[in-house]
């Protein structure tokens, strides 16, 4: 009798691990390389004083922080993985854990995120795309990320005067590419209330909708657009979020 439990107490076991391995989904971070190639940037990155960029890879989706100039709007937005920001090149790929957390546990995290980091209180030292990252990775990790992907902006911090103006000279772009959070959950919320209209309504509705994302994919010609961080500073193309719909 002892025997038949202590086996049933090992399948029971067994069973219990394979179902938390099922569950398990991995937490990624993508690091970019803000300097312009070359063999400072690369003596830099070896070092460990590379100015970096990073997001976080979540079943496919590579989520980062930047800033812009409206008010009461997340500055957190999504990419399809290693979409190089603008002036950014991709170095590496860091597997930093797994999470256990369903799926709706991870959205709720992820939306709260959002909340907390607005696109007006970006700061190129203080708060930047990798305290998003850090953050974002010990709320599904218990972890936070790698220190040495902020250890730029401390030394900046400390000493803002040794941080060269090319650091953080823009090139010609508009904005960072991808999706603000606020603006797809603005698309769900539309499609849930096209659910409920009247067939005649619906078509009229599904017209506009087709022509705003007509719209949102016709992609501008590069052009300068001046955006400052909490301290004034001006912020790299690489770390302003997606501008937001107006």
């Keep these: 009798m002892a025997s038949s439990s ?26 970019y390389d803000l300097l312009p190639p070359g063999r400072l940037s690369s003596i830099l990155w070896i070092i460990g004083g590379s100015l970096l960029h990073s997001g976080v890879v979540i079943n496919e989706r590579e989520y980062a922080y930047g800033g812009h100039d409206r008010k009461g709007v997340s500055g957190v937005y999504w990419t399809r993985p290693k979409l190089e920001p603008p002036g950014g090149t991709f170095r590496c790929e860091i597997l930093h854990g797994f999470t256990v957390l369903s799926q709706e546990e991870i959205t709720t995290i992820i ?17 930047n795309c990798n305290h998003f990252s850090s953050y974002l990775c010990e709320k599904l990790t218990g972890r ?28 010609d772009h508009e904005t960072a590419d991808g999706e603000l959070l606020e603006d797809e959950e603005e698309d769900q919320d539309d499609d849930e209330r096209a659910a ?24 501008p010609p590069p052009r300068f657009v001046s955006v400052k961080d909490t301290s004034g500073r001006e912020m790299p193309a690489s770390e302003r979020a997606p501008m937001p719909k107006r």
């Design 196 to 219: 409920m209209l009247p067939r005649d309504k619906r078509r009229t509705r599904d017209k506009i909708s087709n022509q705003r994302i007509s719209s949102r994919n016709q992609t």
């Design 144 to 171: 936070p990320g790698p220190a040495w992907l902020n250890r730029a902006a401390s030394v900046g911090l400390a000493l803002p005067c040794v941080v060269p103006k090319e650091w953080i000279s823009p090139p």
């Design 6 to 31: 202590s086996k049933h107490k090992r399948q029971s076991s067994s069973m219990h691990r394979a179902s938390l391995a099922a569950q398990k989904t991995e937490v990624k971070i993508h690091v």
């Design 111 to 127: 939306n709260d995120a959002s909340r907390l980091f607005q696109g007006t209180r970006y700061n190129l030292l203080s708060n």
